[in-house]
C-alpha cells in the first residue's frame, strides 16, 4: 500500500469523526443526566443541525474509505450516508413535532443543507 496524500486526509477525517461523534455523545449523555425528559439539544453543531453526532459518523467512515480504497469500506460508507441521512431526516420531523418552539432553521444532517 503507498501512502499518498489521500491516505492523511483519511486520518484526519477518521479522527476528526471519532472526535466529533464523541463529543456529541457527551452532550446528549448529559442532558439526560437528572431528567428523563427530552430536551432540545444545543451547543456544538447541534445548533446547527439535530443529529451532528450522525454527519461525525459519516466522517468518519469516509475517513476509513479514504484510508482504505477499499470496496468493502466504499459499500459500508454508501449504507452509512443513506441509513443515517434517512433516520436524522425522521429525527427532525420528530423534534419538530414534539416541541411547538423548535428552532424552525435546525436542519437534520448537514448545517444550512439538509
Known sequence: MSVDIWFYIGVVLFITGILGNFLHHKTLADLR???LDYIIPSGGLFDLVICPHYLFEIITWLGIFMISRHLASLLILIF???????????????????????????KALIPYIL
Open 33 to 35: 443526566k437528572n431528567t
Open 80 to 106: 452509512i450516508v443513506g441509513y443515517l441521512t434517512a433516520r436524522s431526516i425522521r429525527t427532525l420531523k420528530w423534534y419538530r413535532e414534539k416541541f411547538t418552539g423548535f428552532p424552525p432553521q435546525r
